[in-house]
């Protein structure tokens, strides 16, 4: 797939879908999209609003979108330019209790590879899917099948897992983890 080639889904936009990269912030979820916020303008059928300016005269501008901190729950917005496209928590604060919670292995891997299978149109899925797209949109390490493996495995066995396997390789997210903040699958201290 040349995915250098490929424009946004979304018929506003002018951006490239290049996942692992972005202009603004790393689209770490998208394959169709530049963004997660196109994605969302897309299916819930948003369009421009215009924005006097300080002369009065209109601007069309992509409207804020609201989310919520993936840490502590709080509503966020998702804007499509201003490094906010692909946001998923309040601040430096909750952005950095996802990398440094202590209370299970790897808990970045769970973290991303949990907010792909959410914020990716996609529902079910199999390991190596996960793994080659999670590969491609993290920068920091590789990520090949046999570790993301032991992450499910551990994961799934939990009490109020957010994942369930439907047969041998292929998973889907739980109902109750498209809501609220995923760091409450990722956390074991509560927080
Ligand atoms: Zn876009
Ligand atoms: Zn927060």
Same mark, same amino acid.
């Given at each position: 797939?040349?995915?250098?080639?490929?424009?946004?889904?979304?018929?506003? %936009? !002018? *951006?490239?879908?290049?996942?692992?990269?972005? $202009?603004?912030?790393?689209? #770490?979820?998208?394959?169709?999209?530049?963004?997660?916020?196109?994605?969302?303008?897309?299916?819930?059928?948003?369009?421009?609003?215009?924005?006097?300016?300080?002369?009065?005269?209109?601007?069309?501008?992509?409207?804020?979108?609201?989310?919520?901190?993936?840490?502590?729950?709080?509503?966020?917005?998702?804007?499509?330019?201003?490094?906010?496209?692909?946001?998923?928590? %309040? !601040? *430096?604060?909750?952005?950095?209790?996802?990398? $440094?919670?202590?209370?299970? #292995?790897?808990?970045?891997?769970?973290?991303?590879?949990?907010?792909?299978?959410?914020?990716?149109?996609?529902?079910?899925?199999?390991?190596?899917?996960?793994?080659?797209?999670?590969?491609?949109?993290?920068?920091?390490?590789?990520?090949?099948?046999?570790?993301?493996?032991?992450?499910?495995?551990?994961?799934?066995?939990?009490?109020?897992?957010?994942?369930?396997?439907?047969?041998?390789?292929?998973?889907?997210?739980?109902?109750?983890?498209?809501?609220?903040?995923?760091?409450?699958?990722?956390?074991?201290?509560?927080?």
């Amino acid at each position: 797939m040349a995915n250098q080639e490929k424009l946004c889904g979304n018929k506003d %936009c !002018d *951006r490239w879908v290049q996942i692992g990269t972005g $202009s603004h912030t790393i689209n #770490r979820t998208q394959t169709d999209y530049c963004s997660f916020y196109c994605r969302l303008y897309t299916e819930q059928g948003l369009s421009k609003v215009a924005v006097p300016d300080t002369l009065g005269r209109n601007n069309m501008r992509f409207p804020p979108i609201e989310r919520w901190c993936d840490a502590c729950g709080k509503t966020i917005e998702l804007i499509w330019n201003d490094h906010r496209s692909n946001r998923c928590f %309040c !601040d *430096r604060t909750c952005h950095f209790k996802m990398r $440094s919670d202590k209370s299970v #292995r790897r808990p970045e891997l769970r973290y991303q590879m949990l907010r792909l299978m959410r914020d990716h149109p996609q529902e079910v899925w199999n390991i190596h899917e996960i793994s080659d797209l999670l590969d491609k949109s993290l920068n920091r390490y590789r990520v090949n099948w046999r570790i993301l493996s032991q992450v499910l495995r551990v994961l799934k066995s939990e009490k109020d897992s957010p994942i369930e396997q439907i047969e041998q390789g292929v998973y889907r997210l739980k109902a109750e983890a498209y809501r609220g903040p995923l760091l409450r699958f990722v956390s074991r201290n509560g927080s």
